[in-house]
């Protein structure tokens, strides 16, 4: 199968809440949607990356400026018999995940649209309800957080992820925890932590106990096996994760106990399915990790959860809790109480809303043009 034309868009988006992480307040989202035409086909994928680079160096523009400079040119250029041969088609280009990531996502929607494929079964996972959690940011106050979770037990997610930095952590926690004894609760530091506060960690399981989702930046591999070693509470690696020599780093070291699988940071959807079934290999159970993507990365993200190894509720709650509106046509809506399921169609499921993506599209480029 040969692609002809690759159409880049900068998608924008209002969001129905302001959200906060640690590290900005965001109001709008705005995310890079790759369209690949093959003839008469035309499949899409949408880039995971950010537009700010803190989660990670990568961001739309630097996805955008790889995919014009350096990833159009293989992908237009090789037949592909299979999705998992785009990755190979980009490996003299260094890092880079999301950009080839968002290319051949697009690609394994286009292959699976051609075999009349729902994605979940090209990536060989089944038909399935999944589970789903719910994210709380960090908020001005303990009432907030407190009312904000409450909302999302009450909708079914039945795992809460609580973002924590240092000074909004335990208090937090304890709370969110005594609250909703039933509920997994996942504190997700984004790698606020640094080597001194290990000690300050390791106690946090005698208040609250939850999992705590990569408390230290990504190479800090000591520091993550150090604090494995003096708490109960699982460690979750994330950002730690970006192919699978960390996976081993993490198994040899072990560094933690549970991974966050994210396709756009791994650099696609085969490599995001080696790192699932080497950590069902070792024992380490996954959940699907998710950057508030629109509906084709969401529903992408459901695909992928629908694998036998993804034994945690996923990054994958309904549309409707981030966004005002969406571009494709069936938004993801919960299918029962903190469950979403993959749609029977192809590729992804369901089709692009065309009237709403020109409607948000803010910047778009055709290759070639
Ligand atoms: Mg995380």
Same mark, same amino acid.
């Given at each position: 199968m040969k692609v002809d034309r690759i159409i880049l868009r900068f998608v924008r988006i209002p969001l129905k809440f302001e959200f906060q992480n640690r590290w900005q307040r965001i109001r709008d989202w705005t995310k890079l949607i790759v369209e690949l035409r093959s003839g008469d086909l035309v499949g899409y994928g949408e880039c995971?990356?950010?537009?700010?680079?803190?989660?990670?160096?990568?961001?739309?523009?630097?996805?955008?400026?790889?995919?014009?400079?350096?990833?159009?040119?293989?992908?237009?250029?090789?037949?592909?018999?299979?999705?998992?041969?785009?990755? %190979?088609? =980009?490996?003299? *280009?260094?890092?880079?995940?999301?950009?080839? /990531?968002?290319?051949?996502?697009? #690609?394994?929607? @286009?292959?699976?649209?051609?075999?009349?494929?729902?994605?979940?079964?090209?990536?060989?996972g089944q038909r399935r309800p999944v589970r789903s959690g719910a994210t709380v940011g960090i908020q001005d106050d303990l009432e907030t957080a407190l009312r904000l979770a409450g909302?999302?037990?009450?909708?079914?997610?039945?795992?809460?992820?609580?973002?924590?930095?240092?000074?909004?952590?335990?208090?937090l926690l304890a709370a969110v925890r005594a609250a909703f004894p039933r509920v997994t609760i996942l504190g997700d530091a984004n790698g606020a932590y640094g080597e001194g506060d290990i000690g300050w960690l390791?106690?946090? %399981?005698? =208040?609250?106990? *939850?999992?705590?989702?990569?408390?230290?930046? /990504?190479?800090?591999?000591?520091? #993550?096996?150090? @604090?494995?070693?003096?708490?109960?509470?699982?460690?979750?690696?994330?950002?730690?994760?970006?192919?699978?020599?960390?996976?081993e780093q993490m198994i040899q070291l072990q560094a933690g106990r549970l991974v966050n699988l994210k396709i756009g940071r791994v650099g696609g959807i085969r490599d995001a399915i080696r790192i699932h079934d080497r950590c069902a290999e070792a024992g380490i159970p996954v959940f699907v990790g998710s950057k508030a993507e629109m509906g084709i990365g969401?529903?992408?993200?459901?695909?992928?959860?629908?694998?036998?190894?993804?034994?945690?509720?996923s990054d994958v709650p309904a549309s409707d809790r981030y966004f005002v509106s969406e571009i494709v046509r069936d938004p993801v809506i919960l299918s029962g109480p903190g469950l979403v399921e993959p749609l029977p169609g192809p590729g992804f499921g369901t089709e692009i809303d065309s009237a709403n993506l020109s409607k948000y599209t803010v910047r778009s480029l055709s290759i070639p043009d």
């Open positions: 995971t990356a950010m537009e700010t680079p803190y989660y990670s160096y990568e961001t739309i523009d630097t996805a955008w400026w790889v995919i014009t400079r350096w990833l159009a040119e293989p992908m237009l250029r090789c037949q592909f018999g299979h999705p998992a041969e785009v990755t %190979e088609a =980009f490996r003299l *280009i260094n890092g880079h995940h999301e950009g080839k /990531a968002a290319l051949e996502c697009a #690609f394994w929607d @286009l292959w699976s649209r051609a075999g009349s494929l729902p994605l979940y079964q090209a990536v060989g909302s999302a037990v009450e909708a079914g997610y039945e795992r809460l992820k609580i973002k924590i930095k240092p000074g909004w952590d335990r208090e390791a106690g946090l %399981e005698k =208040f609250a106990p *939850i999992i705590i989702e990569q408390p230290f930046p /990504a190479g800090a591999w000591t520091h #993550f096996a150090s @604090l494995q070693a003096r708490t109960c509470t699982p460690i979750c690696l994330d950002e730690s994760i970006s192919g699978l020599e960390d996976l969401r529903w992408v993200n459901i695909a992928l959860a629908t694998l036998d190894n993804v034994r945690y509720p």
